[in-house]
């Protein structure tokens, strides 16, 4: 019986990506003047971010053009198998050209329901580089950071 739920709802690679070609066309519908995806910088992951035994999808995609210029912004969002059913739970921004606190990132891991970034930054008061490791998970359907720098 476990073998079924887990071949039931697993999800592959081509599946994942025609989820995020949707939500993608969805986000991008919403801005005005419209940004393009940065095809080249799209992942996705699976993880099991609730421990219900369904591998979760985790899309980080970039959209550039914000405002009809060069503006990027790279995104986090999250997907869970529901019911053999994928649903969007939320997304955020992670990093960006056009943001003040950070502008470059990386993922690191995932770890304990957390995924792990280092995100760059550099603070126009002091004029200093810096990093920080940052863990994003779901709280209440909704990503938050574990604000541990």
């Not at 219900?52 to 869970?80: S, V």
């Not at 050209?97 to 995924?115: C, I, R, T």
């Amino acid at each position: 019986m476990n073998s079924q739920k887990e071949n039931k709802n697993k999800i592959d690679l081509k599946q994942g990506n025609a989820i995020l070609d949707s939500y993608i066309k969805n986000q991008i519908a919403k801005e005005k003047p419209k940004p393009v995806e940065y095809k080249s910088a799209r992942k996705i992951m699976f993880y099991d971010f609730d421990s219900d035994g369904d591998k979760d999808l985790y899309a980080f995609f970039t959209l550039e053009g914000f405002g009809g210029g060069n503006n990027w912004q790279h995104y986090i969002a999250i997907f869970e198998m529901e019911n053999n059913l994928v649903k969007a739970v939320d997304d955020m921004v992670l990093y960006g050209d056009s943001l003040k606190e950070f502008n470059n990132g990386e993922f690191l891991k995932f770890s304990n329901g957390y995924v792990y970034f280092r995100l760059y930054g550099y603070d126009w008061e002091t004029q200093e580089k810096f990093i920080k490791t940052i863990g994003f998970t779901l709280y209440q359907k909704k990503i938050v950071t574990d604000k541990k720098y």
